[in-house]
């Protein structure tokens, strides 16, 4: 950072989630965070007290890695109705725009887009406060709301959210998409070429790597050994498929030697704990620690990542990144132009299906536990 903007020497980060949570985008900002600051930038960021799933609250203020983290209180409704979430996200709203108008002023304030809308106190803080503002676009809204049908999309909030992200794409100081399908979606929003930037989300490959079999004591912690293991880990929301992957599963559950693991939480966490109560295939576990990210994933034969139709250039899984610098084979699931299609197809490390595409999804499954040399390969691709 020092070296590529040196005018810059304090950054305000805002997003709801930021470490020690391991859901969304909290480890991405957080990795981000820590470079900025052993690039000699004073980090400062500002997230929510309650973890993803609501059930844990960190502290007020914490220090880590040489970034100052500022953790505002809120409500806790929880993720399982919208109208609750909706308050949780209003509260948090209130409590960061004070929290943000009482610290330093940032040479630079970087919003993301968790909760929607948080970029509106990155473009005050410019125009009151002289900072510069960059808007990182995780998931575009309200556009992902009314894909996902929360929200009409002739609805008035639906209208004044629209204009309201207009108004901050077309008035940072720059914008970052995080896939091309994204840029060209904003592009048509007006955002302007030259404030507009693709930067790719990320794994850290010196933290996740490959982890020999034997040395993974996740494996046996968790009674994997000697399976072919097909993980899903990450968030289980609205804008990802199952019904495709539970459809797999039910065509290989004769195969003792495959094992469907699925390994997070979410609002669509009942039906995968539905579907492991009827197929003895399926095993679910929760979010694993941060620092057990590496032997989790490391225990994967081949990581499942989906996306619902009409999502793409809206949301981007990141979880790919993680399977890919592990070396893991990738299965996606989900429309053919959206960027984990277009990554996966042009390294060669996986296979790219279609919603409703079971068959060939249990047909790559079922070669790859028969073929791992090949599998390995993939992965190898990937990585």
Known sequence: MSRACPAVRSVLLLNQLFYPDCAATAPILTDLAEDLARHGAAVTAIAGRWDYRGRERFAKREEHRGVAIRRVSGTNFGRGNLAGRAVDFASFFAMAAVRLFTLPRPDMVLALSTPPLISLLGLAAQRLRGSKFVYWVQD?????????????????????????????????DAVVAIGEEMARRLLEKGVEPARLHVIHNWSDGSAISEIPEAENWFLDRHDLRGKFVVEYSGNMG????????????????????????????????????????RLPNIKLLPYQRREDLPYSIGAASLCLISLRDGLEGLVVPSKLYGCM?????????????????????DTGCGGVFRVGDDADLAALIGRCATDRVAAAAMGERGR
């Not at 556009?143 to 940072?172: E, F, M, Q, W, Y």
């Not at 495959?258 to 039906?271: A, H, N, Q, T, Y």
Request: zero cysteines; glycine letters at 8%.
């Open 238 to 277: 609205r804008a990802h498929e199952f019904g495709t992957l539970f459809a797999a599963a039910e065509r290989l559950k004769e195969r003792e030697d495959i094992l469907f693991l699925f390994i997070g939480d979410g609002v669509r966490r009942g039906e995968v704990e539905a579907a492991a109560a």
């Open 325 to 345: 610098a592990a070396a893991k084979p990738v299965a996606f699931v989900g429309p053919p132009r959206s960027e984990v299609a277009r990554v996966v197809l």
């Open 140 to 172: 575009l809204y309200p556009d992902v709301a009314v894909t996902l049908g929360a929200l009409g999309p002739r609805s008035p909030i639906t209208k004044v959210a629209a204009r309201l992200s207009n108004l901050t794409l077309r008035r940072a």
